[in-house]
């Protein structure tokens, strides 16, 4: 089993930034993929972004690239998100997960272990 603790949610003004961070426990995680949705109200969760097991390959949603930007440090089972320029519509509760494949997936059901969540709040 694979626990995820995600950390770094919060309020932010339109423009601002957030630093998101996932720690993985139970067992290590670094020859998996690992990958960030976000969920709004009313909607179904999207991806937002993944990167494989060594950080060499990393996959964006079209409506995040050039801001945001995930990483991974493997001797500490962590991956991170930067969210930088955020707009009112990446208000959502961004959850990380980690892949049964190698590969940066983008598809919610190649993800065998999810985390609670952390609202992510951007105010216009």
């Known amino acids: 089993q694979v626990q995820l603790d995600e950390s770094g949610g919060g309020l932010v003004q339109t423009g601002g930034s957030l630093r998101l961070s996932c720690a993985a426990s139970?067992?290590?995680?670094?020859?998996?993929?690992m990958g960030w949705f976000r969920q709004a109200p009313g909607k179904e969760r999207e991806f937002v972004a993944a990167?494989?097991?060594?950080?060499?390959?990393?996959n964006y949603a079209d409506s995040v690239k050039g801001r945001f930007t995930i990483s991974r440090d493997n001797a500490r089972n962590t991956v991170l998100l930067q969210m930088n320029s955020l707009k009112p519509a990446d208000t959502a509760v961004y959850s990380c997960?980690?892949?049964?494949?190698?590969?940066?997936?983008?598809?919610?059901?190649?993800?065998?272990?999810w985390g609670q969540g952390t609202q992510v709040t951007v105010s216009s």
């Open positions: 997960a980690v892949s049964r494949l190698a590969i940066p997936a983008m598809i919610r059901s190649h993800y065998d272990y």
């Open positions: 139970g067992r290590t995680v670094s020859m998996y993929a």
């Open positions: 990167i494989n097991w060594s950080g060499a390959t990393r």
